[in-house]
Nanobody, 124 residues
Framework: QVQLVESGGGLVQAGGSLRLSCAASGRTFSGYGRGWFRQGPGKEREIVSAINWNGGSTYYADSVKGRFTITRDNAKNTMYLRMNSLKPEDTAVYYC?????????????????WGQGTQVTVSS
């Protein structure tokens, strides 16, 4: 059974940091693009960051650029999102996803495996 499991979410004060992890099991995703999405209260799910199969290409939404860093460790079948200088508007459920092929993808329709999500709450 293929699973993506996020961890590392929690409650943090504005200006603080968190590191999210997304561990995959059931198959390897080392040859596939991966991404982080989030859905805030009353909002649509949006792309936060994406990374191609070997980490050579990355994408960040303008709202997180310069504050978040996406990385992956293919040997561990795991992806990470380091989030610094967190703001209350970063409050959301964060989802990790694995894409259908190896590239860098912004749209949710390119991803066919999803985690259950982890809550990130940033207090002001």
């Amino acid at each position: 059974q293929v699973q993506l499991v996020e961890s590392g979410g929690g409650l943090v004060q504005a200006g603080g940091s968190l590191r999210l992890s997304c561990a995959a099991s059931g198959r390897t995703f080392s040859g596939y693009g991966r991404g982080w999405f989030r859905q805030g209260p009353g909002k649509e799910r949006e792309i936060v960051s994406a990374i191609n199969w070997n980490g050579g290409s990355t994408y960040y939404a303008d709202s997180v650029k310069g504050r978040f860093t996406i990385t992956r460790d293919n040997a561990k079948n795991t992806m990470y999102l380091r989030m610094n200088s967190l703001k209350p508007e970063d409050t959301a459920v964060y989802y990790c996803a694995a894409a259908r092929t190896m590239g860098l993808y912004y749209g949710a329709y390119n991803y066919n495996h999803w985690g259950q999500g982890t809550q990130v709450t940033v207090s002001s």
